[in-house]
């Protein structure tokens, strides 16, 4: 429906533009006729949403405009007339006039578009009477799940539906080692959580209890005293946190990788110890510097391990004291072979390309205790460093616990057992598959696990039955660096150059919004050709 709309905006905004070109240049009217209908079709699938603003859909329609030109008239037609295309200064200045008429309508559609999608008819006030949904996280499963709801709204839910989130953006978590490894910015990978909103409401603020016999959830949200939000229906999808397991030092020391701030933060002191390594007289301070400890050899682990390996030797030759010296690479990994989640083969092949590498493996062995200068091991083995990145550990958000400890078990259905009105999802809820076991914690299942959500709440609330979630997933695919994956895609195993650009392509479409794929394919085409980035963006204090 929503899609419908935008295409049905876009060729309205195409009309008035198109006559007035039409009279104006006097293009020939069949061909003109048919480019104000497509172009206006695409504007309206560009632009037609509310997350614009007027300059950047003049920008856009401006841009469409200009690349109908070069393809239509300077290439597409003369091949059409049985000619051959012709890109010289000549047949540009020929073809001037259609040029100016291109960019005049297409800048002038894109603010017509605009404007109407801005448009909303009169409503009357909203009753008090309809049912309140609210959605506490703004992750996948979160945001899924308000869209959805959003959408069903759109479509005549008779609900109003509040978002609560203590980011105003949602972050693509999967990307998250691209930014450490600063392959990636980290804007890049965020998506304001408002613009994919066009009915719900959303809250910025920080949920800190909620009171499920009276059905509230209280928020700090910029005020000294919390506010307190009704609800009807609740969706719990609050995700996970790091966990330390209260080893010593571990928290002080070690680098998580759960927020964009994180990534930043990883990035700019694997940075400040080549910095300080090059300035360093000490060779064995100048080892403990290069050393890099990756704990966790799963999907985030591998990945980050292979990622910072690619960094740091990808920006070495800027640091001259270092020439001839071999950074160290170790992961630490409680298992007895990498990726677990994926098959044996897929594991041995990862840990092969990595060993090739020169990375070392602690398999079998676990963090115990963390210092500014040491990593030790459970084995007693110590390793000198300063870098200690942290995968090895998540816990549900504390306030899921706080509402459905101890299991964190849900039904079928999202519900929670015993708790009327609330349902939980993603990262902070343990759901069962019809297999026996339960679904595993990543981002296409939270995805669907809150459009499931979002339905089974419509359904309730209109004396339906709530369905059960049933997913088999698509497939898994995990980044090894110097442009190698692998991964497992439709029960088929994938590896290699392929595989690496199957698993860019995947996350690539996956990414909320055209201007965000644009933005972190130009990341990617820049990576290929320039060096890696290695201006700091904070000062670590660590290295000070």
């Known amino acids: 429906m929503l899609l419908l709309r935008r295409l049905l905006f876009g060729v309205l905004a195409g009309l008035l533009p198109g006559a007035i070109v039409a009279v104006v240049a006097e293009p020939p009217w069949t061909e003109w006729a048919a480019h104000t209908v497509v172009l206006g079709a695409v504007l309206g699938l560009l632009v037609g949403g509310r997350g614009q603003s007027f300059g950047s859909a003049c920008s856009v329609g401006l841009l469409v405009g200009l690349l109908d030109w070069v393809v239509w008239t300077l290439s597409l037609r003369p091949a059409w007339e049985g000619q051959r295309p012709s890109w010289t200064i000549e047949e540009a200045v020929s073809g001037f006039p259609g040029l100016v008429a291109a960019a005049l309508f297409g800048a002038t559609a894109g603010l017509i578009c605009h404007a109407l999608a801005l448009w909303r008819p009169p409503r009357p006030a909203p009753q008090p009477a309809k049912p309140h949904v609210v959605v506490v996280g703004g992750g996948f499963g979160g945001v899924g799940a308000a869209r959805e709801l959003d959408r069903l709204v759109g479509s005549g839910l008779d609900a109003h539906v509040t978002l609560i989130s203590d980011s105003n953006s949602q972050l693509f978590t999967p990307l998250l080692v691209g930014v450490a490894s600063s392959t990636v910015e980290g804007r890049h990978v965020t998506a304001p959580v408002r613009a994919g909103l066009d009915h719900a409401s959303f809250l910025h603020g920080r949920a800190t ?47 998580p990788l759960k927020s964009v701030e994180d990534a930043t933060r990883l990035r700019d002191h694997v940075l400040g110890a080549l910095e300080s390594a090059d300035l360093e007289p000490d060779p064995a301070e100048q080892a403990r510097l290069l050393t890099f400890v990756v704990a ?31 950074p160290r690479f170790v992961i630490v990994h409680a298992g007895d072979r990498l990726l677990q989640e994926l098959s044996p083969a897929l594991g041995r092949y990862a840990q092969r390309k990595l060993d090739g590498r020169g990375v070392e493996f602690r398999l079998g062995a676990r963090v115990s205790k963390a ?174």
């Open 371 to 544: 210092t500014a200068e040491y990593v030790t091991l459970d084995s007693g083995e110590t390793l000198a460093t300063r870098t200690l990145a942290w995968t090895a550990g998540s816990r549900p958000h504390p306030l899921a616990r706080q509402v459905m400890a101890p299991s964190l078990a849900v039904e079928p259905t999202l519900q929670v057992p015993g708790i009327p009105g609330v349902w939980a999802l993603g990262d902070c809820a343990r759901i069962p598959d019809p297999a026996g076991g339960t679904y595993p914690p990543t981002a296409q299942h939270a995805i669907r696990e809150g459009r499931t959500a979002a339905r089974n709440i419509a359904a309730v609330l209109t004396g339906r039955r709530p369905a059960p979630f049933r997913y088999g997933g698509l497939g898994v695919l995990v980044s090894l660096g110097h442009r190698t994956a692998a991964g497992e895609v439709g029960g088929r195993r994938v590896s290699g150059f392929l595989a690496w650009i199957l698993w860019r392509s995947v996350y690539l479409s996956k990414l909320p919004g055209a201007e965000k794929r644009l933005r972190v394919l130009a990341d990617w085409t820049l990576d290929l050709v320039f060096p890696r980035d290695i201006a700091l963006s904070t000062k670590d204090e660590r290295h000070a």
């Open 209 to 255: 209890s909620i009171d499920t016999h009276t059905r509230t959830v209280h928020v700090l949200a910029g005020r000294e005293r919390p506010l307190r939000v009704p609800y009807d229906q609740l969706v719990l999808a609050v995700g996970a946190v790091p966990h330390f397991f209260d080893l010593p030092g571990v928290g002080e020391h070690a680098f």
């Open 296 to 326: 966790g050899g799963g999907f985030a682990g591998t990945e980050l391990v292979a990622e910072l390996f690619d960094l740091v030797h990808d920006v070495l030759h800027f640091y001259p004291r270092l020439h001839g010296l071999r």
